[in-house]
């Protein structure tokens, strides 16, 4: 396989915490099999907050999504909830904070990110996306 190639990949996941770790572990296998090694530790933190962000504050189901084109990997996270994600904050504020630093996170750690409103099969939710460009 080359890396040049685009690929992409989907995992829904249960309304479930315990989806977190198979979402973060399945992103892991997925990069050391296309030799993103150096994307995996940074990639894992990411897909880890959008996944327990859609899991942890919405009801229904939710999607993993992984996709790597033109020297960029961007990792999502579908859910069943129409609202918008809470703005991130500064990660200097939430030192102390129990919850809440996900999307500030995402913010620090990741090239770009935002959003966007889905409606799909009648399904209403949203998209919560962000990228990593290769080193």
């Not at 396989?1 to 915490?17: F, G, H, K, Q, R």
């Not at 989806?19 to 198979?22: D, G, I, L, P, S």
């Not at 997925?30 to 150096?38: A, P, V």
């Not at 995996?40 to 880890?48: G, I, Q």
């Given at each position: 396989?080359?890396?040049?190639?685009?690929?992409?990949?989907?995992?829904?996941?249960?309304?479930?915490?315990r989806?977190?770790?198979?979402s973060?572990?399945?992103l892991?296998l997925?990069?050391?099999?296309?030799?993103?090694?150096?994307l995996?530790?940074?990639?894992?933190?990411?897909?880890?907050e959008?996944?327990?962000n859609?899991?942890r504050?919405?009801?229904?189901?939710?999607?993993?999504?992984?996709?790597?084109?033109?020297?960029?990997?961007?990792?999502?996270?579908?859910?069943?909830?129409?609202?918008?994600?809470q703005?991130?904050?500064?990660?200097r504020?939430?030192?102390?904070?129990?919850?809440?630093?996900?999307?500030?996170?995402?913010?620090?750690?990741?090239d770009?990110w935002?959003?966007q409103?889905?409606?799909?099969?009648?399904?209403?939710?949203k998209?919560?996306w962000?990228?990593l460009?290769?080193?």
């Open positions: 396989m080359s890396e040049a190639e685009p690929w992409e990949y989907t995992l829904y996941i249960p309304n479930d915490v989806a977190v770790t198979v973060r572990r399945t892991r997925i990069l050391t099999l296309y030799g993103l090694i150096g995996v530790d940074t990639a894992e933190l990411l897909a880890t959008l996944v327990a859609a899991v504050h919405t009801k229904g189901p939710a999607a993993l999504r992984v996709r790597w084109a033109a020297g960029v990997l961007r990792i999502g996270a579908w859910d069943a909830d129409p609202e918008p994600p703005p991130p904050k500064e990660l504020l939430l030192e102390e904070a129990e919850e809440g630093r996900g999307l500030a996170l995402v913010r620090a750690c990741a770009l935002g959003w409103p889905l409606t799909r099969y009648g399904n209403r939710g998209y919560v962000c990228e460009a290769a080193a």
